[in-house]
């Protein structure tokens, strides 16, 4: 499958943005230079409507593993300036927006693995990541201490 397919049905990321690749063997890495068209943004403050850049910031957003090569999109992201009150903003970006729906979806799912047994690497596996993802949110993750523990505990041997 080329790996254009994949980003435009899970990333929102059409082929045509893509304007080049560079694959990195020793890191495994799947790098898309992306090149996002210049669009008319309204003002979050004031609801002009503007093109104006002010400045642009090298991204890079992790876009998942495929074929165990992770896919980084690295893009000039955009901050754009109201001509009219002179706020500047940061432009909105379809593939980012998904990009961190899947991400607050995996943490979701990943919270919910930890009810069951399973290992770093069968949790890799069933969410299509690399371990050192999988290892990486859960130490993200502040899991709060009970407030007061059971008054019975049971250990089961092994
Ligand atoms: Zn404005």
Do not use: W
Not at 12 to 17: M, Y
Not at 35 to 59: D, F, G, M, S
Not at 117 to 128: M, Q
Request: charged residues 25%.
């Amino acid at each position: 499958m080329p790996i254009t397919h994949f980003t435009e049905k899970f990333f929102k990321l059409k082929a045509e943005f893509i304007k080049d690749h560079i694959i990195n063997e020793s890191k495994q890495e799947y790098i898309l230079d992306v090149q996002i068209p210049v669009k008319a943004h309204k003002c979050p403050c004031c609801n002009e409507k503007t093109t104006q850049i002010k400045n642009y910031r090298l991204r890079k957003v992790e876009l998942g593993i495929q074929y165990n090569y992770t896919i980084i999109a690295r893009y000039n992201h955009r901050r754009y300036i109201c001509k009219s009150c002179g706020k500047s903003f940061s432009e909105s970006n379809p593939f980012v927006k998904r990009y961190q729906q899947l991400r607050t979806l995996f943490k979701h799912y990943l919270i919910e693995s930890l009810g069951e047994i399973l290992s770093y690497t069968a949790i890799a596996k069933r969410f299509n990541v690399s371990i050192t993802t999988v290892i990486r949110y859960l130490e993200k993750m502040k899991l709060a201490k009970p407030s007061k523990f059971p008054v019975v505990l049971s250990i089961d041997k092994i």
